[in-house]
Nanobody, 131 residues
Framework: EVQLAESGGGPVETGGSLRLSCVVSGDTVTNYFWGWFRQAPGKEREGVASFVPLYGRSYYGDSVKGRFTISQDNEQNALYLQMNALKPEDTAMYYC????????????????????????WGRGTQVAVSS
């Protein structure tokens, strides 16, 4: 079974940057589609970004478009989330997730940014943005 381990979180000031990593073991990254999610205290888990290797597509939540970038490194068997221009509202636990299915090319961003589409999850890494 695939296992995911996130790292790279920490404290950062408003306007700063962080790069989150998700190291994948037990299988190769190309066999899945990928997502980054976040959850703040008292809030629902929110889809932040997704990458679908099968179609070479990326999707982003409205609140992070233009600031966050998802990428995949097949040699490192890892997934990354580059986060720039961070805001206090970006403070949350960030999770890496893998979907083990063959999504239709017609699937919308809503599908890939929905937590119900994913089957495997990491334990998360905390991001705290101070104002």
């Amino acid at each position: 079974e695939v296992q995911l381990a996130e790292s790279g979180g920490g404290p950062v000031e408003t306007g700063g940057s962080l790069r989150l990593s998700c190291v994948v073991s037990g299988d190769t990254v190309t066999n899945y589609f990928w997502g980054w999610f976040r959850q703040a205290p008292g809030k629902e888990r929110e889809g932040v970004a997704s990458f679908v290797p099968l179609y070479g597509r990326s999707y982003y939540g409205d609140s992070v478009k233009g600031r966050f970038t998802i990428s995949q490194d097949n040699e490192q068997n890892a997934l990354y989330l580059q986060m720039n221009a961070l805001k206090p509202e970006d403070t949350a636990m960030y999770y890496c997730a893998a979907g083990h299915a063959l999504p239709l090319a017609s699937e919308s961003s809503d599908y890939f940014l929905s937590k119900s589409s994913y089957h495997f999850w990491g334990r998360g890494t905390q991001v705290a943005v101070s104002s």
